[in-house]
Structures are given as C-alpha cells and as structure tokens.
C-alpha cells in the first residue's frame, strides 16, 4: 500500500514562528499537495508539486512556501505563523495527472498561539 | 472543473446497502467522477473512480448514468465503519486539482 506519511500529528507553535510541515510518500509518486480543511470550507488546496523543484500555488498560497528537494519529500513552510492559520493540514500525493486516485497522510492538526 | 451538488446527510441501517447520489450535470466528455471518504480526525480515503462506464472495487460500486449527469456510489454492506464524509469530485483528465464539496455525512445506524 502507499503510504503518505506526515511527521507530526499535533503541534503547537507561538504567533511569529517558522513553522516546517513534513510530508513523505513511498511509492514514487510524481504529484504532491498540500491542503488545509477548517469547518465550513471543507479542502482548500494551498500549492501543489508534479516534479521536483517544480511548484504550482494553489488556491490560497498567501502566508505559505513549499519545498521539493526529493522527489519523496514535500515540505510545507509558514513563514511567520498566524492565528488564523491554525487548522488540519492534509498532505496527498498521486501517480500522474490522469485517472489516478490521491492517497492521503493522515493530517497535522496545527495550532497557532 | 465541473461542480457536484450532494445532499448534506443521509442514514442507513447496517447490513443494507448505502446508495450516495451526486449531480455533476455541467460535467464535460474529459471529466472523471471520483469518490472519497473521510473518517473523523482521519485523511480521505480513495474509494472508487469512473468516466463513462459503471465500476466495481473491493470497496464499492459506482454507477453513472448515460448522459453522465450524474451517479450514485454503492456500499453494499454498510457496516458501522462506513460512518463517513463522501466526497464526489468531478475532474479533468488534464487538471491536477480536486475541488472539494461539502459532501454528505454518512451515519450508519445499528
């Protein structure tokens, strides 16, 4: 089965912080995302990765960077953490653009103090 | 990308089978229709995935009908672990986003 793996279940950080979100998948897939889901507004894509060192801003990328050094590896970065960046942050990854399913991590819950 | 509407809520007994409609009737010829679960505090899930044909996995059943317009996602055995949010997501062939839906909450009843 692939696995996405994300490296913290719950944290916690102060107003101002730079925060690092990581995410691992291990099937060599060429697609990475990295979404937030608050109540309400259900999944909002943040930025997206169909290659390495490739980027493509999402829908809402303000207040965020990502970074894909490996093609296993998609880092997300809030530059000086919020409070209304506090939410779940889904981590999913796919083979290809077409006719593939996402497989999911199983989220960061972020808080923002 | 086409936009789906499905109902907030639906229940089912367990043992029955939970049939979840979705419209999608601005869908066009190179959309595929997916379907995702999402269990409580839990990542969605992949269920199923379909462009014209009706499809059949482990999991579930998706039927589509002719004019694509819309399809119903089949569990034929609810059980109590089925208790989800499902997505329906309509997408292109080329598009590599998923626009998400509020979806339908899914309780199974004993």
């Known amino acids: 089965d692939v696995k996405v793996t994300q490296s913290s279940r719950y944290l916690v950080k102060r107003t101002g912080e730079k925060v690092f979100l990581e995410c691992v998948q291990d099937?060599?897939?060429?697609?990475m995302f990295w979404y937030r889901q608050d109540p309400g507004l259900g999944l909002r894509l943040i930025y997206f990765s169909y290659d390495v060192k490739m980027k493509e801003k999402g829908d809402i990328p303000e207040g965020y960077s990502v970074s894909r050094e490996k093609k296993e590896r998609f880092s997300l970065i809030l530059e000086s953490a919020s409070t209304n960046q506090t939410s779940m942050y889904l981590c999913?990854?796919?083979?290809?653009?077409?006719?593939?399913?996402?497989?999911f991590g199983s989220g960061t819950r972020l808080t923002v103090v | 990308d086409a936009k789906t509407t499905q109902p907030p809520s639906m229940d089912c007994a367990e043992g029955r089978a939970a049939n979840l409609p979705c419209n999608h009737s601005t869908i066009s010829g190179n959309e595929y229709v997916y379907w995702y679960r999402q269990i409580h505090s839990q990542g969605p899930q992949y269920i199923i995935h379909g462009l014209k044909n009706n499809e059949t996995n482990e999991m579930a059943s998706l039927i589509i009908t002719e004019d694509r317009k819309s399809s119903t996602l089949i569990l034929p055995h609810a059980t109590l672990r089925d208790t989800a949010v499902y997505y329906c997501i309509v997408r292109s062939d080329s598009n590599y986003q998923l626009i998400w839906g509020a979806g339908t909450k899914l309780i199974i009843k004993p």
């Open positions: 999913a990854s796919s083979l290809g653009a077409s006719g593939y399913g996402y497989t």
């Open positions: 099937m060599d897939h060429e697609n």
